[in-house]
């Protein structure tokens, strides 16, 4: 090791140091001092990691800021809020579905108080927590019975194990899909001791495909609703109600992962036809399973509707405890599936649903709100342009729907549109844009009222740094 590397070691700062050095400090008197002394002890080895890299030593009063400045992030949330300017409606790296007043007072007077998660109060004994979702899921589905677990992959895991355990599962080859995070349907039916047969083409599957398959070993038959991706073209598939006829001939169960959990008929309010959880049951379909945190716009959460006599079996199973909800996710997804019992309201109401149906007009009269208030704040070479756009709906669901929006873009002479992105992502509350063109790019659909304060106040944050 050189000696001038060794003299640079030599110099760091000696942990009691700079523990006594925060010891006068009042902000840090209520943190105790092993957390403090685990923040030295890793803050120096950094600093001796730089210099041994042949970078310098900061300054006494640099190397104090830096420490404070590591001990600040420890201090602040990592889970925070975030304004999302993407124009992505469900985004499943910003949350999803942003839940809805109704909900959050659910979680708070459920999570802050005592509550009758697993107490019948009417036999004064212990009840089942399934208990408080099914009727409401049963009247708003048609389904005969429901069961609640943490996420679809989930649901699908539980209901494949349960049914399929070491047998065959009969899936078109079209509908083997990869969701976010880079799992799989064939990898999730593997861990769940399933047998996958594929059948068909990526493009064409017809019903003798199935039908040909079908042997003693075939457990079930499952269709993968395609709520990512389209394949357009030379195609053909089989209809759901189809599949349960041929299944019933055979009887052999049918389950349908329908994914996006569309309770509404979208199309009324002039959109892509996406179909709904009611349209799947009215098939006769004996397991339909869908997320919580799309298209239903509640907490993540992966419902399981259907026969009874297969549901009350996967409650069964063992693997459902380690499956289950929680009892502030339960709350907020009852709370958010009693205002489908009043559809305008609902539209209203949950931000996913608002979003999505949201007129052009709209977006675009917050978008003009928006503009005049840059306008004025800001000063400078600044650039403002108005223009029409596409938002998109999002995880997992309607991938070929564009939604019409109002889109703000904004460049400088003086900042690039990368510094101007990330300035954006590093205030109080981050907001998250797009870059096209060189120009950082607001969707308005995405941005509610009275967010316009906040990407407002960020931006004049960020061309005044």
Do not use: W
């Not at 000696?3 to 009691?16: F, G, S, V, W």
């Not at 600093?47 to 001990?71: C, F, H, N, T, W």
């Not at 599936?337 to 675009?364: F, G, H, N």
């Not at 938002?391 to 729907?401: D, F, R, V, W």
């Amino acid at each position: 090791m050189e000696e001038e590397t060794l003299n640079r070691l030599k110099l760091l700062p000696k942990i009691d140091e700079l523990l006594n050095a925060l010891a006068l400090k009042d902000k840090y008197k209520d943190l105790s001092r092993e957390v403090l002394k685990y923040l030295c002890q890793r803050f120096v080895e950094e600093l001796r990691q730089k210099i041994l890299a042949g970078q310098l030593l900061p300054s006494e009063d640099e190397i104090m800021a830096l420490l404070e400045g590591k001990i600040a992030d420890l201090l602040q949330p990592r889970l925070r809020r975030v304004v999302n300017a993407t124009g992505i409606i469900v985004h499943t790296n910003l949350g999803r579905a942003p839940l809805c007043a109704e909900a959050l007072r659910a979680v708070g007077e459920v999570g802050g108080n005592y509550s009758n998660l697993e107490y019948d109060l009417d036999k004064g004994e212990r009840g089942r927590r399934q208990d408080h979702l099914k009727g409401i899921l049963c009247l708003l589905s048609g389904a005969e019975d429901a069961l609640v677990v943490n996420n679809n992959a989930a649901a699908v895991l539980l209901a494949l194990n349960t049914i399929a355990r070491g047998r065959e599962v009969i899936v078109s080859r079209g509908e083997l899909v990869e969701i976010g995070g880079g799992f799989r349907i064939p990898e999730v039916m593997k861990e769940s001791g399933a047998i996958l047969r594929e059948v068909g083409t990526t493009n064409k599957t017809k019903r003798e495909d199935y039908e040909n398959a079908i042997g003693p070993e075939t457990a079930l038959l499952l269709k993968v609703h395609r709520s990512n991706f389209q394949i357009v073209g030379f195609t053909e598939e089989v209809k759901l109600q189809d599949l349960v006829s041929l299944a019933r001939r055979y009887s052999i169960p049918t389950m349908n992962d329908l994914g996006s959990g569309c309770l509404l008929d979208l199309s009324v309010y002039g959109l892509m036809k996406e179909p709904t959880v009611q349209e799947a049951i009215a098939t006769g379909v004996d397991l339909v399973t869908i997320s919580g945190d799309k298209l239903l716009g509640g907490p993540q959460a992966g419902i399981i509707l259907g026969k009874r006599e297969l549901i009350e079996k996967m409650e069964r199973n063992p693997l459902y405890r380690a499956l289950r909800l929680d009892k502030l996710t339960l709350a907020a997804l009852e709370a958010t599936l009693r205002l489908y019992l009043k559809p305008p309201q609902v539209v209203r109401e949950l931000r996913v649903l608002r979003a999505i149906t949201s007129p052009y007009d709209a977006v675009k009269r917050r978008a003009r709100k928006l503009l005049t208030h840059l306008r004025r704040v800001i000063k400078g070479d600044v650039s403002f342009v108005l223009k029409k756009g596409s938002s998109y709906t999002g995880g997992g669901a309607l991938p070929m729907m564009e939604i019409p929006t109002a889109l703000l873009c904004v460049s400088s002479k003086k900042i690039s549109a990368t510094v101007l992105e990330k300035r954006l992502r590093s205030y109080k509350i981050p907001v998250i844009a797009r870059i096209e063109e060189d120009r950082v790019t607001f969707d308005l659909r995405t941005v509610e009222e009275e967010e316009l304060k906040i990407l407002g106040a960020a931006l004049k944050t960020a061309f005044d740094s």
